[in-house]
């Protein structure tokens, strides 16, 4: 066939794409069927599949280092050469560990990579072994390449590359990345050191009527924990008393659980703007409500998922979710002292001490004398550039309409954390792009740590070659 649209992928026959996705989604399988759970217990999965990806890197011919900070938990990180005359390296990020997944009522085995009805089911099919595997397999492809234009991938440059290619396989994302990217970024960052990163969570197909949006995340809310004591007076529980310590909880944890007002970032502004642009009727009309500050995003539930209204919502404010609360030792005894952990989330632009200012206040002055609060996890909010034209953000939009004419790729925010903020200590910014177009009916981001987590192995079809592009287009 003639090539038409002159994308690097066109480069690559039919048969080979085959052969390409065929071998995703082993790995993928593969990955899958290593249960490299956090938190581990006892540690050894991540490392397994450190040792299991640095396998294929070295079958591949490209030389893989695992790092291993703490007995059992690793992290695998390997190099392509470019011929150096394009920039820094573009970074291939993953994270190899998954959250927990109790099988009771799962319909699938979530460590078995079961496929069924052209569905890959498992823990980590779309969090993130997906686009760990997709990685890989690009990574497999340029390392191919070369060793078909007579060049060593260990040691020469690829065909056509212009800057290196990172792959960066990290533990303990799921608790922090503090013995993954963290120390990675500490202790070797030139395994991370890059122009630009790929990570998780970005360029998944929403489909909104005929049209599809593909939000590509270019940041993330800051994480930010307090620990509330709250101090009464211990008794006998035959005589009730107000200063109980489970009562001031409970009253604490309705008054922080309200909303707080609405603010709209500059990205929410530019994603709202494009997904006005792109609906029509009352979806339209909610979102354009939104942008004007005045929306009811519950009321956007009726139109798309609940789960992305529920996104966008944690997305125009700062969040606090009071998520765990011990108190009490036995029933007859009231108890004196009682704690409560609060998940906030900040947006750009809002610190830590206003948050505890927020806290403070809203527990208002009574209840904050006999309160502790305590900070325990702090990091900020993560926002990469998406309007420099020389950077990865247009690559990634350009790549997703080459594959999707009539597609509106937009910035959008995270409402979690990932790896980013390890990243931007190094200065790299970095993208949510594991792209993916899926059925109408997916709702991708409630597989995420849920029940019968899985990926489209059409979506996965699609997406290689979009990320492959992303990669030869950037470095090239
Ligand atoms: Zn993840």
Redo the contacts with the bound molecule.
């Keep these: 066939m003639i090539e038409q649209s002159g994308r690097p992928s066109d480069g690559i026959d039919e048969p080979g794409w085959v052969a390409a996705h065929d071998r995703l989604v082993e790995s993928l399988r593969d990955l899958i069927r290593i249960p490299s759970i956090n938190p581990p217990d006892p540690p050894g999965g991540e490392l397994d599949a450190a040792r299991y990806i640095a396998g294929v890197l070295e079958d591949a011919g490209v030389p893989a280092s695992i790092h291993e900070p703490v007995p059992g938990r690793g992290s695998v990180t390997g190099r392509l050469r470019g011929d150096g005359t394009g920039g820094e390296p573009l970074l291939l990020l993953s994270?190899l560990d998954v959250v927990p997944a109790p099988p009771e009522r799962w319909t699938h085995d979530p460590f078995a990579g079961e496929i069924d009805d052209g569905w890959l089911y498992g823990r980590g099919a779309v969090?993130?072994k997906d686009l760990l595997a997709m990685e890989l397999e690009v990574v497999r492809l340029l390392a191919a390449e070369a060793r078909a234009a007579g060049r060593d991938p260990a040691s020469d440059p690829i065909p056509g590359l212009r800057r290196d290619v990172l792959f960066a396989s990290t533990a303990d994302?799921?608790a922090g990345g503090f013995v993954g990217a963290g120390w990675l970024a500490l202790e070797h960052p030139d395994t991370l050191r890059a122009a630009a990163a790929i990570n998780?969570?970005g360029a998944v197909a929403v489909h909104v009527g005929e049209r599809r949006i593909y939000p590509i995340a270019v940041g993330e809310k800051g994480v930010t924990v307090y620990r509330l004591t709250f101090h009464g007076v211990w008794g006998h529980g035959s005589m009730p008393r107000p200063d109980n310590a489970l009562l001031l909880a409970a009253e604490a944890v309705a008054r922080l659980a309200v909303p707080t007002p609405a603010r709209l970032t500059p990205v929410m502004r530019a994603f709202l703007d494009g997904a006005i642009e792109a609906t029509d009727g009352e979806a339209r009309g909610l979102l354009q409500a939104l942008a004007a500050g005045a929306g009811d995003p519950g009321a956007l539930a009726a139109l798309c998922s609940p789960v992305y209204a529920r996104a966008l919502d944690a997305l125009m404010r700062d969040t606090l979710s009071p998520n765990v609360l011990h108190g009490g030792v036995k029933y007859n005894v009231i108890p004196g002292e009682a704690v409560l952990d609060i998940d906030v989330r900040r947006l750009p632009g809002s610190s830590e001490p206003a948050m505890e200012a927020l806290v403070r206040e809203r527990l208002g002055p009574e209840l904050a004398a006999v309160t502790d609060i305590e900070l325990v996890v702090a990091s900020d909010a993560v926002v990469a550039p998406y309007d420099d034209p020389g950077g990865l953000f247009p690559v990634l939009e350009s790549v997703v309409r080459e594959h999707d004419p009539g597609a509106i790729p937009l910035p959008f925010m995270l409402p979690f954390g990932?790896d980013a903020k390890h990243l931007l200590e190094l200065g790299v910014p970095s993208y949510g792009f594991s792209p993916l177009r899926q059925p109408p009916g997916e709702t991708y981001l409630d597989r995420?740590h849920g029940v019968d987590e899985r990926v489209s192995l059409d979506g996965l079809r699609w997406g290689l070659p979009v990320l492959y592009d992303a990669v030869r287009r950037f470095c090239g």
């Design positions: 994270h969090d993130m994302e799921e998780e969570a990932t995420y």
